[in-house]
C-alpha cells in the first residue's frame, strides 16, 4: 500500500518522560510535516521538511524535535513531557506539486499524558 | 498573515437538507484553497480543491474572491456526510504550508 504510516497509534506516558512519533512515507513525495491536533479539534503545523531540511519551524517549544533521516521519514521527539503535549499528532507529506494534490496524511497517533 | 475562519464548530441537518459549511479567508496573495474531511477516528483526507473545480461525493465548493469565500455545499446531505470537515489555506512562495480553519462537526442525522 502506498501511504503514509505512523506509529504508534497510540501513547499512553507519564509526565516528563520522552517519547518518539515514526512516520515513513513510500509515496516519493519530497515534504514532510507533522500537524498537532488539539482536544477542540484545531490542527496546527508545527515542522515541515523539504527534502531533510527544516522550512518551517512554528512556535513549538524546544522539547520537540524533529528528525528527518531521508526524505522519506520525519520522526518527532518530545522530552520531558507535559500534560498540554496530548493530542493526536498527523504526519503528512506533499509531492513536488503540492498545489495541486495536498497533503496526504497518517492516520495519526493519539499521544496521552498522565 | 493567512487566516482561514470556520465559524460554525458544529452544523447539524437532517438527512436530504441542503448542507452548506462556511469557509472564509484571510491572505494577501493569491489563494489556494481546499477542503478536507476527517471521518470518525480515521486520517485526513483531502475532499476538494478550488482549482480542480471538481465535485467530489455531491459536494462542490466556489472561491468567491469578492467575499474571500470558499464555501463547501451540497444540496442533499446523507449520513455518511458526518465528519469533521476543515477548510484549508496554502500559503505561497517555496515553503508549502497550508493552515487550517478550526474546522465543523457535520452530523447529518436520519
Known sequence: DTAV????????TQMGNDKSIKCEQNLGHDTMYWYKQD??????????????ELIINETVPNR???KSPDKAHLNLHINSLELGDSAVYFCASSPPSGRA?????????????L | AQRVTQPEKLLSVFKGAPVELKCNYSYSGSPELFWYVQYSRQRLQLLLRHISRESIKGFTADLNKGETSFHLKKPFAQEE????????LESGGSNYKLTFGKGTLLTVNP
Open chain 2, 81 to 88: 456526510d458526518s465528519a469533521m470537515y476543515y477548510c484549508a
Open chain 1, 5 to 12: 504510516s505512523q506509529t504508534p497509534k497510540y501513547l499512553v
Open chain 1, 64 to 66: 520537540f524535535s524533529p
Open chain 1, 39 to 52: 482536544s477542540k479539534k484545531f490542527l496546527k503545523i508545527m515542522f515541515s521538511y523539504n527534502n531533510k
Open chain 1, 101 to 113: 494534490e495536498g497533503l496526504f496524511f497518517g492516520e495519526g497517533s493519539r499521544l496521552t499524558v
